[in-house]
């Protein structure tokens, strides 16, 4: 079966300091993969998707990027957070081809600027 | 462009009180639809899909029906339960596209 590992859990980070958080899929080969976010008692936003290794969709232009080193592997990165940052970040991942397309989600990060 | 309408939060019901949740959509198509559900601190997980006109989705008690002519995929339980206790999130996937559109959520709190 596959499933959807996502770390760190929670992190605390300064303002202007550095982000790197990992999201991997196991059990799976070639899915697509997203990073959203949550802020507080609001809905979605979709800030990167990939469809395969090195290719990368961003959907919203703030600080943040992505990479896909690895074909099950994506990383949301940032060289200086914001106050703005804050919030839960949600990794997903659907298989590629024809199909429905549910999205199956990890277990997120919650991240506080201070 | 698609987009997914849901019913404005938050919605406080009682134990085995009956639950709608409204959402409505706009695409070109057929798109899928789906409700996820968001338990406090968790990511979200797919409670149910339907993927064309006039199907019913269905899972632990909820039910939703893909209704074409009124452009709506509602919602619905016959007896909540404290532990429904959640944001429930209405999305679609348009055909052809890599990306669900999501609603805003929705967040139920069920009182014993």
């Known amino acids: 079966s596959q499933t959807i590992h996502q770390w760190p859990a929670t992190l605390v980070q300064p303002v202007g300091s550095p982000l790197s958080l990992e999201c991997t899929v196991e059990g799976t080969s070639n899915p697509n993969l997203y990073w959203y976010r949550q802020a507080a008692g609001r809905g979605l936003q979709l800030l990167f998707y990939s469809v395969g290794i090195g290719q990368i969709s961003s959907e919203v232009p703030q600080n943040l990027s992505a990479s896909r080193p690895q074909d099950r592997q994506f990383i949301l990165s940032s060289k200086k957070l914001l106050l703005s940052d804050s919030g839960f970040y949600l990794c997903a991942w659907t298989s590629g081809g024809r199909g429905s397309y549910e999205q199956y989600f990890g277990p997120g990060t919650r991240l506080t600027v201070t | 462009g698609n987009s997914v309408t849901q019913m404005e939060g938050p919605v406080t019901l009682s134990e085995e009180a009956f639950l709608t949740i409204n959402c409505t959509y706009t695409a070109t198509g057929y798109p899928s639809l789906f409700w996820y559900v968001q338990y406090p601190g968790e990511g979200l997980q797919l409670l149910l899909k339907a993927t064309k006109a006039d199907d019913k989705g269905s899972n632990k008690g909820f039910e939703a029906t893909y209704r074409k002519e009124t452009t709506s995929f509602h919602l619905e339980k016959g007896s909540v339960q404290v532990s429904d206790s959640a944001v429930y999130f209405c999305?679609?996937?348009?055909?052809?596209?890599?990306?669900?559109?999501f609603g805003k959520g929705t967040k139920l709190t069920v009182n014993p």
């Open positions: 999305a679609l996937r348009q055909g052809g596209s890599e990306k669900l559109v």
